[in-house]
């Protein structure tokens, strides 16, 4: 559905709602967030079967309408990047590849089930897909145990992209997501949380903390956030502490957690990709450069996903994945990386792999900004890259995952 708190009405036979352009950019990071997880999971050219789920917990009509014209809803994007996928990637291959999706479609919504029935008839997609497709009219949460044991029937490997996009931030159940990832270990999860609304109304009273029980934020948090209110940069400080408590609460190695731009003003929405595959986290960052419709709060740099100190007395960063950010992260990186590496011991260097996993959350850099960093300060001699016999890589060729990362014996400055 995709949807930002906008109260949709769907009617067969009449023109479908109208989004706004940052609901037309969810849809486009689904789109490419797919195309390239598609590309990875489906890499290795003897595949000749790959099984996946596609959820849509929320998924609304089907279509909407913007700027005058139809546009897919994200149970259409769905459908139409898994087609995208098996014509891309059978191109040039030996063994043919099919990919066997399942699709499940939910809403409580009677109407909205309704349409979508109708545009998936209205757009052929559902003749068209080789894929099964499955719409049910019910609540997310109550449904949510028999769509986990419908994709862990469908995928023994339990592979699985939910898409979660609730209206605020009470219809999402932290103990739903926990699910998802205990019985399907292969799953990721993309959710909406409405920031901007908790933020706004938060209280300390029993009410605001009975909304907040599907998240199962403590009072002690609350209060937290709650204090953030003292300093200028609060809404940022408070970013970073509610992100933090999500990501555990659920129990993901990874999340990417930016907001989507709104034409209306005070609108902070989340959009958050769960993940517990470094590689994933990496496919998202690099769909939100792709777009271009994403902001977080932060200086560039690995420590940019909310709030330090010395903001207080500062406006708040907004960096906003363009060309300009660009140039900004690559001179953060040149910064701050050199200062990372040395708390590690000279012949207990990490690899280029483990330095993503631990700073991949931290920032939105991605992995080649990380790549083009490296090779900046290896040629200025900041750092030495090893190839796994110990060996010095050479300098016109990629930096791998297995290569170790290193400051020179006589570079440690930062003692």
């Not at 949510?144 to 994709?151: H, L, Q």
């Not at 999860?189 to 998240?215: H, K, N, W």
């Amino acid at each position: 559905m995709l949807n930002d708190g906008e109260q949709f009405t769907w009617q067969v036979g009449s023109s479908p709602p109208a989004i706004e352009s940052h609901s037309n950019a969810k849809l486009r990071l689904l789109a490419e967030y797919l195309d390239r997880y598609f590309d990875i999971v489906c890499a290795k050219p003897q595949m000749d079967r790959f099984r996946i789920t596609l959820v849509d917990a929320f998924c609304g009509g089907g279509l909407f309408t913007y700027k005058g014209e139809d546009r897919p809803g994200s149970p259409l994007v769905m459908i139409e990047a898994v087609r995208r996928a098996e014509e891309r990637l059978n191109r040039g291959r030996r063994k043919p590849l099919t990919i066997e999706a399942q699709f499940i479609f939910v809403d409580q919504n009677a109407a909205a089930t309704e349409h979508l029935e109708a545009a998936l008839d209205q757009t052929g997609l559902r003749e068209a897909t080789t894929g099964r497709i499955y719409v049910r009219t019910a609540n997310a949460s109550c449904a949510m145990p028999d769509i986990v044991r419908s994709a862990k029937a469908w995928s023994q490997k339990g592979r699985s992209i939910f898409l979660l996009d609730q209206c605020g931030y009470t219809d999402v159940p932290h103990r739903d997501v926990r699910m998802i990832y205990r019985e399907l270990p292969k799953s990721e999860v993309i959710v909406t949380y409405a920031f901007g609304a908790i933020y706004d109304y938060m209280t300390d009273s029993s009410e605001f903390l009975a909304a907040l029980a599907p998240i199962e934020l403590p009072v002690e948090q609350l209060r937290e956030l709650l204090a953030s209110r003292q300093f200028k940069a609060g809404r940022y400080f408070a970013g970073r502490l509610l992100g933090q408590h999500l990501q555990h609460r659920v129990g993901s190695q990874f999340a990417s957690r930016f907001f989507l731009r709104s034409e209306r003003s005070g609108r902070d929405m989340w959009l958050v990709h769960y993940s517990k595959v470094l590689r994933s986290r990496l496919a998202m960052g690099d769909t939100h450069w792709s777009v271009q419709n994403s902001i977080t709060q932060g200086e560039a740099g690995l420590d940019m996903v909310g709030f330090r100190p010395q903001w207080e007395d500062q406006i708040g960063f907004d960096f906003g994945f363009d060309e300009s950010d660009a140039g900004r992260m690559h001179t953060a990186l040149m910064r701050d990386l050199p200062r990372w590496l040395d708390q590690f011991e000279f012949d207990d260097a990490p690899t280029f792999d483990a330095l993503l996993s631990l700073l991949a959350d931290g920032t939105a850099a991605t992995e080649d900004q990380f790549r083009k960093a490296l090779n900046a300060l290896l040629r200025e001699g900041e750092v030495e890259v090893l190839t796994p016999s110990g060996a010095n890589k050479r300098r016109d060729t990629l930096i791998h995952p297995s290569h170790r990362i290193r400051l020179p014996r006589q570079g440690r400055l930062f003692l």
